[in-house]
T-cell receptor, first 115, second 110 residues
């Protein structure tokens, strides 16, 4: 079974703190994704990566950055956390599929509260 | 931009009634996937549709992809309490970026 592991299930951070959310997958997937989920807004793509050291902006990249130094690990960074970044963050991975598409596998999610 | 609209946002049905959620795109899709997220859980892949006019069934679930590959639907016949959750479509516009519809949250009245 594919396993996508997010390092923290629940976090509480203060406004202005730097926050790291870590994600590791064990299936040698090329693609990795970070989404945030908010009520009524569905899943919104923040950033994705299709290879080591490669990254592409999603639909809502402002206030976030990412790092992919190794194929299995994709980190989401909030340089200076703000209260409007309180949300659930979902990491996901997939094989490269392009036009044909490929199943995305999600982690359990990280609930971040910024106070 | 490439966007998709998913409707309705919420649906409350009596147990045993049918349920349908729709996903509509303004541009042609290369394929579309559907996911289910149980309350408190993470989204889980249900199916992928690729061909124009494709219809696939999984027990009480029927998935359709429109002839123009711009819309898709998920229909559940005779809902059960285990169907509770949020259903998301995930349209693919022909690249690695995968975005999701806003989801339809299904609640069942026993």
């Amino acid at each position: 079974d594919v396993k996508v592991t997010q390092s923290s299930r629940y976090l509480v951070k203060r406004t202005g703190e730097k926050v790291f959310l870590e994600c590791v997958q064990d299936m040698d997937h090329e693609n990795m994704f970070w989404y945030r989920q908010d009520p009524g807004l569905g899943l919104r793509l923040i950033y994705f990566s299709y290879d080591v050291k490669m990254k592409e902006k999603g639909d809502i990249p402002e206030g976030y950055s990412v790092s992919r130094e190794k194929k299995e690990r994709f980190s989401l960074i909030l340089e200076s956390a703000s209260t409007n970044q309180t949300s659930m963050y979902l990491c996901a991975s997939s094989l490269r599929g392009g036009y044909s598409g490929n199943t995305i596998y999600f982690g359990e999610g990280s609930w971040l509260t910024v106070v | 931009g490439q966007q998709v609209m998913q409707i309705p946002q919420y649906q409350h049905v009596q147990e045993g009634e049918d349920f349908t959620t729709y996903c509509n795109s303004s541009t042609t899709l290369s394929n579309i996937q559907w996911y289910k997220q149980r309350p408190g859980g993470h989204p889980v892949f249900l199916i992928q549709l690729v061909k124009s006019g494709e219809v696939k069934k999984q027990k009480r679930l029927t998935f359709q992809f429109g002839e123009a590959k711009k819309n898709s639907s998920l229909h559940i016949t005779a809902t059960q309490t285990t169907d509770v959750g949020t259903y998301f479509c995930a349209p693919n516009f022909g690249n690695e970026k995968l975005t999701f519809g806003t989801g339809t949250r299904l609640t069942i009245i026993p």
